[in-house]
């Protein structure tokens, strides 16, 4: 599965590049994507979209709303399931 990922509130104000000094800036990036990700699994989305399935690619795309305001992406290949 892959995901992207918009910047939410609850990173902004972390301050994410004061946590981890001298890590290459995407790292950073990715290590705050991750940690919100994670949070959010105790969260219910305020609003999600229809799924949609790529049939030229076997893809179902998944978008979500989230209370902080973050917009979650996900790709999942159906051919594995």
Known sequence: MSACHT????TKNKGTHG???GFDPSIVRDLATIRDMVSRQQQTPTREWPLVYVDKHNLLFVVREWPDGSVTAYIVDTTQA
Do not use: R
Request: without cysteine; glycine residues 14%.
């Open 7 to 10: 910047v939410g509130h609850l």
């Open 19 to 21: 946590m981890w000094p």
